[in-house]
């Protein structure tokens, strides 16, 4: 497929940056382009770029305090966004559309681990990410009913957590940015710790945003269209990432506390990537200490000063 009839969303995000690596010559988008929350919007981008394949990494995205205070801008953005970005690719005769999800969508707990793709309705998402996790949920139920009843080719990928050096670093940024963040400021500051919300316990899957773009462009190249979680197999403690972080950063004079007032969110949302594999045989994923090490030596440091 020619690079220049993918679209894709979100195109200024983590993740899109990241593709860029791998699918240079694709029409990224971002919030200035087009509102994707709007109807007109969206139809104006289907017929102003008529592409052939959308990859779709645009979502409203936050922290959990932010999911927490504002569950309905979480949900309905979300939704709208989904629902009008697949129904139009129908319309519009689009051959690929691939949809982003997260691990958010699987039930909050279940009786074995790593869930399995099969186990995505189980019961509902943790309730710290619930509207958030149901939008996205319903993204991967559109799709497979889209492909059911339209004979569409239409996939969705669900990543675990994410991190690289293209996050946020500001308000609502994900936990491995914020880590970072913390940690290099205790450093120029000549801070002893380092405080964290929780408890430290819950366990966590943490993949390099260069691994996911890398898995997506393998779909779209060797016509993929099975959809499966994609995450490496790492599954710590958010204290041991603390820990591995500080090293990855140099920073291993500094002790870490937690705030036990802050929740911890979901205890577990570990997923198996049996399938993955099964597609794309040669995935090798960036080890933890090693992205977060790339991560922390690309950035621009300006990026990481508290305000």
């Not at 305090?65 to 129908?90: C, H, Q, S, W």
């Not at 016509?223 to 490496?232: A, K, L, M, P, T």
């Not at 599954?235 to 506390?257: F, G, M, P, Q």
């Amino acid at each position: 497929m020619e690079q220049n009839k993918i679209v894709v969303t979100g195109g200024s995000g983590m993740v899109g940056r990241s593709l860029k690596k791998f699918i240079p010559d694709a029409i990224y988008l971002s919030s200035k382009d087009y509102d994707l929350t709007s109807e007109k919007g969206v139809v104006k981008m289907y017929q102003d770029i008529q592409p052939k394949a959308v990859i779709h990494l645009a979502a409203k995205v936050g922290g959990i305090i932010d999911n927490i205070n504002k569950p309905g801008e979480y949900f309905t953005d979300n939704i709208i966004m989904n629902t009008l970005l697949v129904e139009y690719a129908r319309k519009y005769n689009v051959d690929r559309f691939v949809g982003i999800l997260s691990t958010c969508i699987y039930p909050d707990k279940v009786d074995s681990y790593p869930m399995t793709e099969e186990m995505l309705h189980k019961g509902p998402p943790t309730p710290t990410n619930f509207s958030y996790g149901y939008a996205k949920r319903s993204l991967a139920v559109q799709i497979d009913a889209y492909n059911k009843q339209y004979g569409t080719k239409y996939q969705y990928l669900t990543p675990s957590n994410l991190y690289g050096e293209h996050d946020k670093f500001g308000e609502n940024s994900h936990f491995v940015a914020a880590l970072i963040k913390k940690i290099h400021n205790a450093k120029i500051n000549n801070h002893k710790t380092i405080t964290l919300f929780g408890t430290g316990r819950p366990l966590r899957q943490f993949m390099y945003s260069d691994d996911l773009a890398y898995v997506i462009k393998k779909c779209i190249s060797e016509e993929i269209y099975d959809s499966f979680n994609v995450s490496n197999s790492e599954n710590v403690s958010i204290h041991e990432i603390a820990k591995i972080a500080l090293r990855a950063c140099d920073a291993e004079h500094l002790t870490i506390e937690y705030d036990s007032e802050k929740p911890d969110g979901q205890y577990r949302k570990d997923v198996s990537n049996e399938m993955l594999y099964k597609s794309i045989p040669d995935f090798s994923p960036t080890k933890l200490i090693d992205g977060i090490g790339a991560t922390y030596s690309k950035l621009d440091k300006k990026l990481l000063l508290t305000t």
